[in-house]
């Protein structure tokens, strides 16, 4: 028997995705007919079942109907505090300590997703390339907290649920797993209305996010605060502020034309606080660098 195709073609569609944005540039998808199938069916018990802990697990399935998306995080994201990990999916038991115990705790912190949100982005579904500065990817930090944790890319969906809060849905490809398609990353970026529309009536995650004012919360928004102290006033005592300010462009993956062009400066006076910053911490590399910089958070 040959195997059956729905084909989504913009506003003449065959078969159209919930919540697919009919306005976009026409752009030819080709699903499995049984995956959207399993999409709407697993979407409807996330939405029967949105008060209890089962919900999210319905959620994932549903995406992962539509792309083969490997491991998957829903994160309780607060301004001026810490993630808060609500739910995982598919992450490898050998990763979860590093993830839980050090992203969550200080890893966070140069995390190009996190500064964006901290930053005010926007709701809606963005891949990792899209927010990350144009050296991420040859940083240390994505080889610490992505590649040495099996991780080799991330999508995000962003959805607001007050002014101060935001929960993001993380889908990750793990070092075993082939890349996302164009095609794929299109699929889910046209389901993020049904994807937030969920997230706003997900009871359970109401209760959850709830959960998060109390004393434990509050005392890990103070550790926040001091860290984020400690992390501003990193080489304070031989590093001017400018010297300081490059330094965390160097350690957030921004080449040097884009540090210029983010701090207002020309190139060429980058390339001299670079200079000066790698001389007075005795350091000749960027892994150096961000040793640094880990230990002194981790003391803070």
């Not at 949105?50 to 697990?57: D, F, I, K, Y």
């Not at 549903?62 to 301004?79: F, G, H, N, W, Y």
């Not at 928004?221 to 330094?247: H, K, P, W, Y």
Request: include cysteine; glycine fraction near 6%.
């Amino acid at each position: 028997m040959k195997r059956r195709f729905a084909t989504l073609r913009g506003e003449g569609a065959i078969a159209r995705l919930a919540g697919m944005d009919i306005s976009a540039p026409p752009h030819s998808i080709t699903l499995p007919l049984q995956a959207l199938h399993q999409w709407h069916v697993e979407l409807e018990r996330a939405f029967r079942q949105a008060a209890e802990p089962g919900a999210l697990a319905h959620l994932v399935v549903a995406l992962t109907a539509l792309a083969p998306v490997e491991s998957v995080m829903i994160s309780l994201e607060r301004k001026n505090c810490p993630p808060r990990l609500l739910y995982q999916h598919g992450i490898p038991e050998q990763h979860l300590d590093a993830i839980l115990n050090r992203y969550f705790s200080v890893g966070y912190l140069l995390d190009p997703f996190c500064l964006a949100v901290d930053s005010g982005l926007a709701q809606g579904f963005y891949s990792l390339a899209e927010i990350a500065p144009d050296d991420f990817f040859d940083s240390d930090y994505y080889k610490t907290y992505y590649l040495n944790l099996g991780c080799t890319e991330d999508s995000y969906y962003i959805v607001n649920l007050d002014e101060q809060s935001k929960i993001s849905v993380s889908l990750f490809q793990g070092m075993g797993a082939s890349c996302l398609s164009a095609d794929q990353v299109n699929v889910l970026r046209a389901v993020e209305p049904m994807v937030r529309l969920f997230i706003r009536q997900c009871g359970y995650i109401e209760t959850l996010s709830a959960q998060g004012e109390s004393a434990a919360q509050t005392a890990s928004t103070a550790v926040n605060q001091r860290i984020q102290v400690a992390m501003q006033q990193f080489g304070c005592d031989v590093l001017t502020e400018r010297e300081r300010e490059s330094a965390h462009m160097v350690l957030r993956g921004h080449s040097i034309k884009s540090t210029a062009r983010e701090m207002g400066i020309s190139p060429e006076t980058v390339r001299m606080h670079r200079k000066n910053l790698y001389l007075k911490l005795g350091i000749n590399s960027q892994s150096e660098l961000f040793a640094q910089f880990i230990e002194w958070l981790q003391k803070a």
